[in-house]
């Protein structure tokens, strides 16, 4: 086997297996060690399927020989155990479904899984995605790689650090107000968070319905493309998939450069965010304008409510998503009941951690007679104006760019008690989802040693130029290519 596998993109595996390089074997093996080896450090698995991993390895050999392979062929990948997969545990980080074996695939398992992609584990999350910070699951924290006394950001927080520390090449996450674009920041990676309806949603455990989406981590915004290009696409069995073409985003994003207007936003820049984050996200917006993009100061003015709007509509739909764990039908069960009522009260009461239970109440009070018209009414209307103000500035600019998170990575436990406050690093990364807008974030520095993003909008199905700009960007630095100390490969 090669030295240093582990500086190597999802892409240059790829081909790697095709030349023949490696075998798809040898290279699961390679990663099943690194996370036997760092595992242990980050928490970044709830399930290894190490078994399952070789048998599609082999398998995936034979495929190279007989010269029938799929864009994916043979690569390991991980999926956050928010997803279904057929026989194998789905927790979505939670004590609730720490039992549950599904009896069949999500549409992006089974999509990555016929372009031949190997899945080496499920990663872990906040519980139920809800979360900034990977602190509530039922599997403990995960620690970010860059400093074990760190959040990796949440809640696809157990993928963005798997990938950070080359644990795998590259992961699913989902999205809904930040939780691939954050994590992605935290740890150092590249994360994509498409279109609302552009990937389908079945077989994913939800949360928030308007505003799960499905998405990447990797370690550049070509392997994004990569994924992304067997992931999205209409599927049937969700209601809300768009039936639009997929474009091949891999061949997009290597055409030549075109001119670009990038708005950035003048409140992203506001006393919350950190100065040399600021900094970091200024010199990045350099880049672009060597590349030839015109950059236009433009002004959210409904920035700051975002984060309340978010906050009534996300627990307002995941009080109703989250009805289905009764203990009936799947999922954890309370004993040593008396009678029906205590049956349910015992088992959510159980089966849910405090962040989720605080959702949960928060959710059905803001839908309750008397309240509905006051919260969950009153903040569709703003998601609708803030939707519209999204439509008015992509009329005039091509991506918007800013800052992805106000600050790198918090310390384990510095916001736990003060959940206003871990609502708030959510300001930059609400917006896209309540417009349902694409967003991804890619490295940009580093503050005081630790990964900082960069975060690009693009308007409705725009994932080709938002990919592209972001490929440019990754050609022009290397940000993305730093490993965190430690993590290098090791004399082997
Ligand atoms: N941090 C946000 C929340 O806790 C976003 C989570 C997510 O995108 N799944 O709701």
Redesign the pocket.
Known sequence: MEKEINKKTLTQLAEGLRQGQFSSEELTQYYLERIDLFNGKINAFITVTREEAIQQARAADKALAAGKSGPLTGVPIAHKDIFCTRGIKTSCGSKMLDNFISPYDATVVKRLKDAGAIMVGKTNMDEF????SNETSFYGPVHNPWDHDRVPG??SGGSAAAVASKLVSAATG??????IRQPAAFSGVTGVKPTYGRVSRYGMVA?ASSLDQAGTLTQTAEDAALLLESMAGFDRRDSTSLNEPVPAYYDAIHEPWQNLTIGVPDNFFDEGLDPDNAQAVKDALKIFEKLGAKIKDVHLDHLDLSVPVYYVV?PAEASSNLSRFDGVRFGHRSKNVKNLNEFYMQTRGEGFGAEVKRRILTGTYVLSAGYYDAYYLQAQKVRKLISNEFMRIFSEVDLLAGPTTPTPAFKIGQKTDNPVEMYLN?IYTIGAPLAGLPALSVPCGLVQGLPVGLQLIATHLDEARLLKAAHYFQKETDWHLHIPPGYDERER
């Open positions: 995605a809800m979360g900034s949440g809640s989902t999205d809904t107000g930040g939780s949360f996300a959510d």
